[in-house]
């Protein structure tokens, strides 16, 4: 069938997937396929449809400081989206889910903590809950996120995290705004 469809035809078709395992299964087609056509972009779109997905799904979610909420959060959109998958994908799912939201979490609480101040890390921890909860839109303001086959590395749209604390506390639109202002006044 693969060799029926230009190479570059399906690949064009993949860009409209909007289905995380559908467009994880396109690896698969064909060893020549994978090889010549699923480089850089391919992989950004795949890892943007998880993305975009995990995090419009917290955000339709009440704020919590609460690390366990967050996981059970977490947990009840792995059952969501694995609830009709086969195993493998299933797997295959619950794994990248966990990726992507540990990455987005990891990195704004390694950013905002003080490395002089062990408290500094529970605050930043904090802040990072409520941060991971405001969609998708507002973390894309924060950061800049970039692939280069599997790996993917984020990075911060600031110069350094003051400059940050400023753009959070000027876009914050969501319910406890005095609660976040104490976090960053903290942190700084």
Known sequence: MLSDLSFDIIYNIYFYVDDYCTANNFL????????????????????????????????????????????????FYELLMCQSKNKNDRLMLRKDIR?????????????????????????????????????????????????????????????NRFEMFEYILQNYNRYNLKCVEYQIQYLE
């Open 28 to 75: 698969f087609l064909c060893k020549a396929f994978r090889n010549n056509f699923m480089r850089n972009k391919a992989y950004e779109h795949k890892f943007n449809i998880l993305y975009e997905s995990l995090f419009s799904f917290l955000m339709l979610l009440p704020e919590t400081f609460n690390t366990i909420d967050n996981r059970g959060d977490l947990t």
């Open 99 to 159: 990726f992507v939201y540990s990455l987005y979490k990891n990195f704004f609480v390694y950013y905002f903590a003080n490395q002089t101040h062990k408290n500094t890390i529970t605050i930043a921890n904090n802040l990072s809950n409520i941060l991971v909860l405001q969609g998708p839109s507002f973390i894309n303001n924060l950061v800049v996120i970039s692939c280069n086959r599997k790996n993917v590395s984020i990075k911060s749209k600031f110069e």
